[in-house]
């Protein structure tokens, strides 16, 4: 099975600039029309209970879906507030009315107190963090979706140091304030030109940094803003270089992980399915629920 069966053919467009990202905006042929709501569409509407653990534990929060809608949550979906913030460790649906445990990570080392619930932050980890998460459960071959957390406490604090950011708890959550009160994260007129897409593919440095595809196009909209304000932050703490990259570059990539033979495992939610590759070039896993791919996302290694 190749991942290209999920989307059919993914057509690339000219890239555009956004602070120190180059996006080129993805359209996949074979579009779902699935309805899926986000997290932070029901912590708004109070529909949704993301929570500590009767035993706490760093690894694992609950969540309850209230609502009787599914619910997406994107990898490296960032968690705040309760005894420290964390990041879920893959891309899952939950199903309404559904109440699962959820494996995480945490990204706030310096702290473990405060109350029992979490809220939805709006925003999404860095791409270095993402991809971190990834390999740790590709390449670990963690069908359990374990992290290694002391490589994920690492890119946080290489993520504080590079950004020059100071959080008394080391908390990547903190980075991300900083810089939406200094005006740096997107706003959604500011990312326009892509919403209507399917998907994007971001450059930092002159390199592909990542692919983030979404057959169900409407999902894509509603979740733009906060994986692009993961991008952005990774692009912003990473020296600034050469942003040109070839678009048939771009295009390669694209035919070369559409081209992966891919391994099948199941969610943690039990209702849906994760088609996982890894080889020399990429490595990368899409999310398959009621026969349709919902999330494609792939790293260059």
């Keep these: 099975m190749k991942l290209g069966e999920w989307t059919g053919n993914i057509k690339v467009e000219d890239g555009l600039v956004f602070k120190n990202c180059l996006l080129f905006p993805l359209r996949v042929e074979k ?51 309760a005894l420290q913030t964390r990041v879920t460790n893959t891309s899952l649906i939950i199903d309404g009315m559904q109440d699962v445990v959820v494996p995480v990570s945490c ?12 809220t ?75 919403l209507d897409a399917s998907g994007v593919i971001c450059a930092v440095n002159g390199k592909i940094a990542v692919m983030d595809v979404f057959p169900p196009r409407k999902l894509f909209r509603k979740v733009a803003k906060k994986l692009i304000a993961g991008y952005v932050v ?30 099948k495992v199941e969610s943690p939610t039990k209702n849906s399915f994760e088609l996982r590759f890894s080889n020399e070039k990429a490595f990368g896993r899409a999310v398959v629920y009621k026969n349709s791919a919902v999330h494609i996302s792939s790293f260059p290694n």
């Design 234 to 263: 990774e692009a912003l703490s990473s020296k600034k270089g050469n942003m040109y990259v070839k678009m048939s570059e771009i295009e390669a990539f694209v035919e070369y992980i559409m081209n992966a033979s891919v391994e």
């Design 107 to 118: 990204v706030e080392e310096g702290r473990w107190s405060g109350k029992s619930e979490f």
């Design 31 to 81: 579009e779902t029309d699935l309805n899926l709501r986000t997290i932070d569409e029901l912590v708004n509407e109070k529909r949704i209970k993301i929570e500590e653990l009767k035993n706490p534990t760093i690894s694992s929060v609950r969540i309850r879906n209230l609502s009787g809608e599914p619910v997406f949550l994107l990898d490296g979906e960032i968690l705040a507030e």
């Design 120 to 194: 939805a932050s709006g925003m999404c980890s860095t791409i270095s963090l993402r991809k971190e998460l990834m390999r740790s459960l590709i390449k670990g071959k963690s069908k359990k979706f374990e992290s290694n957390q002391s490589r994920i406490w690492s890119a946080v604090n290489a993520t504080l140091l590079s950004t020059g950011i100071t959080s008394p708890t080391s908390s990547l959550y903190d980075v991300y304030k900083t810089y939406e009160s200094r005006g740096f994260l997107p706003e959604e007129e500011e990312i326009a030109p892509i």
